[in-house]
C-alpha cells in the first residue's frame, strides 16, 4: 500500500492558517482497507470534513457475511468501515461509551482520564499508540493481551516505523488509519472476515475502533480497541 505523500504534508503542517491557504476542494485521498478517505471543505469553506468512497473496483462484502456468528469463511477477505454505533463486539462497544462519556462535550478525553483505571478489564482488548510529532511517528506503549494473541507478538515499545520496515503492508495500515484518526479527532472503525487468501492468520474475524485521545484540540494518543475470533474456536498455544 503506498501512502500518500499528501497526506502527510499536511498532518506536518496541519494548523488553521495553512489550510486557510488551500484553494483545491479536495485536499487528499488515502487508501485503506478498500476505501478511499477524501478531506474536503465542509459548507462555507469553514472547515474539513471526511469523505468516506467505497473503491469501486473491490466488491463489497455481500450482506450478512461478516457479523461475529457467521462461520462461513469466503474465499477472499470481506472488510467494512463502521462506526461506534454499528460496533457488535460488547468490549469495544463498552470502550467507546467510556470513551464517550470521559470526553464530554469535548472532542476528545485525555490519556490520563482513561487509562488505566477508568477501563479495567478491558485493557486486554486495548493497544495505545503514543504521537511523535517530530517525526510523525507513533510508538506503542500499551498491547493488550487480545492483540498479542492475535498476532502471536507483543510489540510494545516499537515505533511504526520499525513495523513498516518489517512489516510494509500491516505497518502503513496502522499508520493510516492513525494518521486518520489524529487529523480528524473522531472514532474510526472496521469489521472484517479473513478469507481463504489469507492463510496464516490466528482469527477469521476481527473489529476493531480507532480513538483520538488529547487535549485543546491536539491528538497526543491513538487508542485502538480490538475483538478478535479465533480459528477453530481457540488460540494456539
Same mark, same amino acid.
Given at each position: 500500500?503506498?501512502?500518500?505523500?499528501?497526506?502527510?504534508?499536511? /498532518?506536518?503542517?496541519?494548523?488553521?492558517?495553512?489550510? &486557510?491557504?488551500?484553494?483545491?476542494d479536495?485536499l487528499?485521498?488515502?487508501?485503506? *482497507?478498500? *476505501?478511499t478517505?477524501v478531506?474536503?471543505?465542509?459548507e462555507?469553506?469553514?472547515?474539513?470534513?471526511?469523505?468516506?468512497? &467505497?473503491?469501486? &473496483?473491490?466488491a463489497?462484502p455481500?450482506?450478512?457475511?461478516?457479523?461475529? =456468528?457467521v462461520r $462461513?469463511?469466503?474465499?477472499k477477505?470481506?472488510i467494512?468501515?463502521?462506526?461506534?454505533?454499528?460496533?457488535?463486539?460488547?468490549?469495544?462497544?463498552?470502550?467507546?461509551?467510556?470513551?464517550?462519556?470521559?470526553?464530554?462535550?469535548?472532542?476528545?478525553? $485525555?490519556?490520563?482520564?482513561?487509562?488505566?483505571?477508568?477501563?479495567?478489564?478491558?485493557l486486554?482488548?486495548?493497544s495505545?499508540?503514543?504521537?511523535l510529532?517530530?517525526?510523525?511517528? *507513533?510508538?506503542?506503549?500499551i498491547?493488550?493481551?487480545?492483540?498479542?494473541?492475535?498476532y502471536?507478538? =507483543?510489540?510494545?515499545?516499537?515505533?511504526v516505523?520499525?513495523? /513498516?520496515?518489517?512489516?510494509?503492508?500491516?505497518?502503513?495500515?496502522?499508520?493510516?488509519?492513525?494518521?486518520?484518526?489524529?487529523?480528524?479527532?473522531?472514532p474510526?472503525?472496521?469489521?472484517?472476515?479473513l478469507g481463504?487468501?489469507? $492463510?496464516?492468520?490466528?482469527?477469521?474475524?476481527?473489529?476493531?475502533? *480507532?480513538?483520538?485521545?488529547?487535549?485543546?484540540?491536539?491528538?497526543?494518543?491513538?487508542?485502538?480497541a480490538? =475483538?478478535?475470533?479465533?480459528?477453530d474456536?481457540?488460540?494456539?498455544?
Amino acid at each position: 500500500m503506498k501512502v500518500n505523500p499528501r497526506l502527510r504534508a499536511i /498532518i506536518n503542517a496541519l494548523d488553521a492558517k495553512f489550510l &486557510k491557504l488551500l484553494r483545491t476542494d479536495e485536499l487528499f485521498a488515502s487508501h485503506l *482497507y478498500g *476505501y478511499t478517505y477524501v478531506a474536503v471543505w465542509g459548507e462555507d469553506r469553514r472547515g474539513l470534513m471526511l469523505q468516506f468512497r &467505497k473503491q469501486t &473496483k473491490i466488491a463489497p462484502p455481500a450482506a450478512g457475511t461478516i457479523h461475529r =456468528n457467521v462461520r $462461513t469463511i469466503p474465499e477472499k477477505t470481506a472488510i467494512l468501515r463502521t462506526g461506534p454505533d454499528d460496533t457488535e463486539s460488547p468490549e469495544i462497544r463498552a470502550i467507546y461509551d467510556i470513551w464517550n462519556q470521559m470526553r464530554g462535550e469535548r472532542p476528545m478525553p $485525555t490519556r490520563e482520564e482513561l487509562l488505566p483505571r477508568a477501563l479495567g478489564r478491558l485493557l486486554r482488548n486495548v493497544s495505545l499508540a503514543r504521537v511523535l510529532p517530530e517525526t510523525n511517528d *507513533y510508538e506503542l506503549r500499551i498491547i493488550g493481551d487480545a492483540h498479542a494473541e492475535a498476532y502471536g507478538w =507483543n510489540g510494545k515499545g516499537l515505533r511504526v516505523s520499525q513495523l /513498516i520496515s518489517g512489516a510494509p503492508e500491516m505497518g502503513t495500515m496502522l499508520k493510516d488509519s492513525y494518521d486518520l484518526v489524529r487529523t480528524f479527532r473522531l472514532p474510526l472503525g472496521f469489521r472484517g472476515i479473513l478469507g481463504r487468501d489469507i $492463510t496464516q492468520a490466528k482469527f477469521d474475524w476481527f473489529e476493531t475502533l *480507532y480513538l483520538p485521545l488529547g487535549s485543546g484540540g491536539v491528538v497526543d494518543h491513538v487508542l485502538n480497541a480490538s =475483538n478478535y475470533r479465533p480459528k477453530d474456536g481457540k488460540w494456539p498455544h
